[in-house]
């Protein structure tokens, strides 16, 4: 699938909401992507499922092997700067592994929307100035520009547009290319379906060649370590 639409690498993420959409684990997507180095794995801590998330973080990372990990406050319920979450942002820093965070609108049976606006994300950039941290979905729906801004005024905080229909870009960020450096492309499969057609429907955008490489690989790259 990913070779058909010309995708080099992938993140695999692991999901614990089982209030809300349903459970993948760890240790599912570790065992997954094992021996497969295009397929990255990324875990989920859920802070009512975990009573140690740091221990918890680095276990996922020196024994599973993941790469980084995602939050999911509107489908867990939980704000992104709630105290409890700070010894999991303080580990991810040290262990120098990015902190994706669901943002801005959902449409699943539980989800709540509170939770999701990337403003609640300025505290733990202030607080945790070299975490690497990415906002999915850029705040969809609600709170565009407020994922633009703090991409803009954090120098470790970047903006994820899965889920967003490529051509609209434009229309939801008119000065896209001055955060050229802090948008990474995400597919958002299988919800979203279409890989291929979305990565070439920023391709035809009217922006600099150099933004769309940066857009569709060479940030995500840079976060991810591969050269």
């Not at 996922?60 to 979450?85: A, E, T, W």
Request: aromatic share 10%; proline share 7%; hydrophobic share 40%.
């Amino acid at each position: 699938l990913l070779k058909r639409n010309g995708v080099d690498y992938a993140v695999i993420l692991a999901e614990l909401s089982p209030i809300t959409t349903g459970t993948v684990t760890n240790e599912r997507v570790s065992e997954f992507c094992k021996g497969r180095k295009e397929l990255i794995p990324f875990a989920n801590l859920n802070p009512y499922l975990s009573a140690r998330l740091d221990e918890e973080l680095e276990r996922c990372v020196q024994d599973l092997g993941m790469k980084g990990v995602k939050l999911y406050p509107s489908y867990q319920q939980f704000s992104p700067n709630d105290r409890i979450l700070y010894p999991l942002y303080a580990k991810a820093q040290e262990l120098k592994i990015p902190v994706m965070a669901h943002t801005g609108s959902s449409l699943f049976r539980g989800s709540r929307l509170k939770y999701g606006d990337p403003v609640l994300l300025d505290d733990v950039a202030v607080d945790f100035p070299e975490l690497t941290l990415i906002q999915v979905h850029s705040g969809r729906g609600f709170w565009y520009s407020s994922a633009f801004f703090l991409a803009q005024l954090h120098p470790h905080v970047y903006m994820e547009i899965a889920g967003l229909p490529p051509q609209n870009l434009l229309k939801y960020f008119p000065e896209l290319e001055k955060n050229a450096d802090k948008i990474l492309f995400g597919s958002d499969w299988p919800g979203v379906p279409g890989i291929g057609k979305n990565i070439q429907a920023i391709r035809a955008l009217p922006i600099r060649e150099e933004t769309k490489r940066k857009i569709l690989g060479d940030n995500a790259a840079k976060i991810l370590g591969i050269s």
